[in-house]
């Protein structure tokens, strides 16, 4: 019969031993005893009950000099410290990113880029060993991450289509392009002839793909691709630009924003123009973060899944960390968006 009490003996269980007293490889047992990852229910199971019988308690000091592991993953966010306290987006990244870790023993770095500051710092700390991996959230085309990463040997995984790397990047998203049809799509299905785009930072993935999806189905329709302003994504800048589109093209009947936050300064610049809501101009937003449903009138946006796209980053990271030769590749996961109709259309 098993034993049923923790082991006494001098010698302290190693992880073999409790690999082979579960009827697991050595590999799935590590991974049941570090957060479960891609073990199923009963072979966890197994391991919880042989780890407890044997008294096996794992040494991580000990471990660290032989695994070179730090048991630590850092979160890379390239922007300035008040977006960091203030973007939903940002803090649905860092819900999902606690979400993911919840159940290991894996520390969290956080890492800012700044805007122009140089991304050898950055590099430098990957490479000296500190982190076991990395997320990269938020990242744009000048910031040199995606040049880093692939500079490196260091497991990464990019929230958000990376844009171009000497070697293939691995990342989580939602397929902006096809979002952007769909708002597009509703719009025309709401009768609107005239569809501008307030566009998000072009130096960003996401702003270039909602671009083409815009483009492309209004091509699809037969309509002009002329009524287009730029925006940062923010509510400040999305008003201005909406105030410079409606003085350009005050024909507009139908608006895709990039972002909630840039469609809800879109809607005070048509409040401040005397244009009604949805009646004069209908408005789509991105993202389905607080501010469309807190927005008057709430907001209809595309749901962009950011905790699960930030959770999901963190198990492919976790996979990469824990490969082994033979293992199924990790690949990059693109999810599909989601129309969330309200009240601005």
């Known amino acids: ?57 794992p040494n991580r000091a000990a471990r660290s000099l032989v695994t070179r ?7 890379i966010i390239p922007e300035p410290d008040e977006r960091l306290l203030s973007d939903a987006f940002i803090g649905g990244t860092l819900r999902g990113v606690g979400e993911a870790l919840a159940r290991t023993d894996l520390q969290l770095v956080l890492l800012l880029s700044r805007k122009n500051e140089a991304a050898d710092r950055i590099a430098r700390y990957l490479r000296g060993g500190h982190v076991d991996g990395a997320v ?50 509703h719009l025309v299905a709401r009768g609107r002839t005239r569809i501008a785009h307030i566009a998000g930072p072009l130096d960003m993935t996401a702003g270039v793909d909602r671009v083409k999806g815009w483009r492309d189905a209004l091509s699809d329709h037969g309509l002009p691709a002329d009524a287009l302003v730029h925006a940062q994504f923010t509510t400040a800048s999305g008003e201005t630009a909406a105030a410079e589109l409606l003085a350009a ?18 809607l005070r610049a048509l409040a401040a123009a005397g244009r009604s809501v949805p009646g004069d101009v209908a408005i789509v937003g991105y993202d389905d973060l607080d501010a469309a449903q807190a927005s008057t009138p709430p907001l ?20 990469l960390i824990d490969s082994e030769p033979g293992d199924e590749r990790v690949t990059s996961i693109v999810l599909p968006p989601r129309l969330v109709v309200r009240g601005t259309t």
């Open 1 to 57: 019969m098993p034993e049923t009490t923790p082991r006494t003996d001098a010698a302290a269980p190693t992880l073999d031993e409790v690999a082979a007293a579960a009827g697991v490889s050595r590999s799935t047992a590590s991974r049941a005893l570090n957060g479960g990852l891609r073990v199923s229910p009963a072979a966890q199971a197994a391991v919880d009950d042989a780890a407890l019988r044997l008294g096996y308690v």
């Open 69 to 75: 592991r730090t048991d630590s993953i850092a979160l």
């Open 136 to 185: 990269i959230t938020s990242h744009h085309e000048g910031d040199e991450l995606e040049r880093v990463v692939a500079a490196s040997s260091i497991p990464a995984v990019f929230v958000g289509r990376p844009f171009d790397a000497p070697r293939e990047l691995i990342y989580t998203d939602v397929d902006n392009v096809a979002g952007a049809r769909l708002a597009v799509e």
């Open 249 to 266: 093209h005050p024909d507009v009947d139908g608006i895709f924003a990039a972002s909630d936050t840039i469609a809800v300064g879109a």
């Open 300 to 319: 209809t946006t595309l749901h962009n899944p950011v905790v699960e796209l930030a959770a999901t980053a963190v198990h492919q990271l976790l996979r």
